[in-house]
């Protein structure tokens, strides 16, 4: 199966600063990448799609100033999650897809962030 | 609108078999598939169905009814491994997943 991977894997930071995940599709070209962000016990939700060269689209509710996403090329993709607050703290979760993955959905490993 | 619902919690015993519901109502309908999600973990892939019926793949099976949307996710010979999150979610390859809020199962020895 193809390879995604996620950096960090957990981050813990300060209210007010800013982080930013990497998602990173390590054998196909994800022309699209879906970002997702799991509270506790909740489920997968989206927050965003992006198109690899284009704008993302965000999902209702989802601040598009605060979570900036660049997707500049087909196998990097990145969340930053700028002025943070313990509200944000999350599991976010990348999901490439593109073609040579259309037979399977794949999602990156995750990465937990905290913020005190 | 959107709306998918499975149980929030269930509890089986080692070598038993659960059956775990989920149903739907969707605005588009393409596929359903079912993810194991282990805490701190991201979700891996169980199975997909897009057409009526039953699909078995070992100890897991699945099974839809599109007219009723609803499916169900089958363990049988349950091993203490599988406690976890169980998520379905409707969607397609290639396309983003509306999830449902998943059924956390604990298998107890």
């Known amino acids: 199966g193809a390879v995604v991977s996620q950096h960090p894997s957990w981050v813990i930071c300060k209210s007010g600063t800013s982080v930013k995940i990497e998602c990173r599709s390590l054998d196909f070209q994800a022309t699209t990448m879906f970002w997702y962000r799991q509270f506790p016990k909740q489920s997968l939700m989206l927050m965003a799609t992006s198109n690899e060269g284009s704008k993302a689209t965000y999902e209702q509710g989802v601040e598009k100033d605060k979570f900036l996403i660049n997707h500049a090329s087909l196998t990097l993709s990145t969340l930053t999650v700028t002025s943070a607050h313990p509200e944000d703290s999350s599991f976010y979760i990348c999901s490439p897809t593109g073609p040579g993955s259309y037979n399977e959905q794949f999602f990156g490993p995750g990465t937990r962030l905290t913020v005190l | 609108g959107q709306n998918i619902d499975q149980p929030t919690e269930m509890t089986a015993t080692e070598g038993a078999i659960v059956q775990i519901n989920c149903t739907y109502q969707?605005?588009?309908?393409?596929?359903l598939f079912w993810y194991q999600q282990h805490a701190g973990e991201a979700p891996t892939f169980l199975s997909y169905?897009?057409?009526?019926g039953l699909e078995e793949k070992g100890r897991f099976s699945s099974f839809l009814s599109r007219s009723k949307g609803y499916s169900y996710l089958l363990l049988k010979e349950l091993q203490m491994k599988d406690s976890a999150s169980y998520l379905c979610a409707v969607g397609n390859y290639g396309q983003n997943f509306v999830f449902g809020p998943g059924t956390r199962l604990s298998v107890l020895p």
């Open positions: 169905n897009v057409l009526d």
């Open positions: 969707t605005s588009g309908f393409n596929g």
